[in-house]
């Protein structure tokens, strides 16, 4: 099937059909889609736009930029949430003047388009109502206005409404895609400052934790070693209707968005720009940026804490012995974990890996094959599942500046300050050590 067969098919039997429509004045040349769902931004996307558009002008000109405003019913939505998405609507469709400070956004030739996908009539379903549902509906709608004239990767980018980027963002991430060899892939990215002190500690803890997360497991080999942050994501169009698009969830819809994808082929990693998104609190999902600092400046010591280093050492054996040439028989490579870690073999019995294993040995004619599928069983879900088990039973969470010195050592590195074990270092080296991960993560 070719590619624009694929995409046809998805849009015949997986998209979201004709509710919603992109309001735009034109569609001429679009190689590339920008998807920003919006609830209550108004305070947000004009610089969020700005910041897109002091990108150059040869890369606005063959790009689109969807903000989709959306909402639930009026039985769940505030009515100040629902106000403020009518005002940006208003502002897009030019019924009411843009802030007087982001008129280069239209001067420097962004083109902006919107979905109306807050208006009576044209809620999200309730069941169904969030950022999932919002970032499919901009990225299904996108697949019908491309140029597929022109022969070039037509691109989908995923951003937040409050999260800024560099000025060569655009054209880093299109020549990433064409000089590369793979249909998906993550930006680098940097937190915003906050507006507070305890806010700023907060974030750079979460950071911390997130590219600690990240390292450890590409120390452990884990094909799954990357960031699944909804405003660093970037796919082809063909890449995207090959994993049947974007999934609903109101929250982690990145995680499992890229864990579909990453089962399709390399995911790239793009160092040549940087995504900035915001650093504010947020009680809209359960989990999160905005949840995670909300929780943070309740119960600050909890936060101190990072995965045991252990359990990605069990990781790393498991992950080693189960892509080597391991036995067919089940109970063989079972009895192989439990002398890996007695708790892995538990999990993997949780997980009936017997039938699993045996399924996967008679669906691979030879070793490469077994592989493959053993990589998309063991997927991103189940490793994080993994780390959550052992750590639960056996492997308790580390100090996190203990781990991370530990896992600095592993890796033939070196933190840029010294901290004393157990302590809490002041907001300027927790900084200082932010920045070194970030350095190590490019």
């Not at 909890?302 to 359990?311: A, D, P, Q, R, V």
Request: glycine share 6%.
């Amino acid at each position: 099937m070719t590619a624009r067969g694929a995409i046809e098919k998805y849009l015949e039997h997986y998209s979201v059909g004709d509710r919603w429509k992109i309001a735009v004045e034109s569609l001429d040349g679009i190689d590339n889609v920008v998807v920003i769902p919006a609830l209550a931004e108004s305070d947000h996307i004009f610089k969020t736009l700005s910041s897109l558009s002091e990108n150059p002008p040869s890369e606005l000109f063959r790009t689109l930029v969807v903000v989709v405003i959306n909402n639930g019913s009026a039985d769940i939505v505030s009515p100040d949430n629902f106000a403020d998405n009518q005002y940006t609507l208003k502002v897009l469709s030019n019924r009411e003047p843009w802030p007087v400070v982001y008129d280069d956004v239209r001067q420097n030739g962004l083109r902006v388009a919107y979905v109306d996908a807050s208006s009576h009539g044209l809620e999200l379903p309730d069941k169904t109502a969030g950022v999932g549902y919002a970032r499919k509906i901009g990225m299904d709608l996108a697949l019908e206005v491309f140029d597929y004239g022109k022969e070039c990767p037509k691109l989908l980018f995923c951003l937040d409404s409050d999260t800024l980027v560099e000025r060569n963002y655009l054209e880093a991430v299109r020549d990433s895609f064409e000089k590369g060899t793979f249909a998906s892939s993550v930006i680098a990215f940097a937190h915003q400052d906050a507006e507070s002190v305890d806010e700023q500690a907060a974030i750079c803890c979460y950071e911390i934790f997130l590219r600690y997360y990240v390292l450890a497991l590409r120390w452990a080999g884990s094909p799954y070693a990357f960031h699944s942050i909804g405003s660093t994501m970037a796919c082809t169009a063909t890449a995207y209707a090959g994993v049947r698009g974007m999934n609903k969830r109101k929250a982690g819809e990145d995680f499992y968005f890229l864990d579909k994808l990453a089962k399709t082929g390399r995911m790239g990693r793009i160092n040549t720009t940087t995504v900035y998104p915001a650093s504010r609190r947020s009680a809209r999902v359960p989990f999160g940026t905005g949840k995670r600092i909300i929780s943070f400046t309740e119960n600050h010591e909890k936060y101190y804490t990072l995965f045991n280093l252990e359990t990605f050492s069990v990781l790393k054996k498991w992950l080693a012995y189960i892509t080597s040439a391991p036995d067919t028989d089940p109970e063989i490579v079972l009895a192989q974990a439990k002398r890996i870690h007695p708790s892995l073999d538990m999990f993997l019995r949780m997980n009936h890996f017997d039938r699993t294993w045996s399924r996967l040995v008679e669906n691979s004619g030879d070793i490469v094959h077994l592989r493959d599928h053993v990589s998309r069983w063991f997927d991103g879900f189940k490793t994080f599942k993994l780390i959550r088990y052992l750590t639960n039973n056996g492997l308790p969470p580390a100090y996190m500046f203990d781990a991370l010195k530990e896992v600095m050592d592993m890796m033939g590195k070196e933190l840029p300050v010294r901290v004393e074990p157990g302590s809490v270092p002041p907001i300027r080296d927790m900084m200082h050590i932010l920045d070194r991960l970030r350095e190590i993560d490019r």
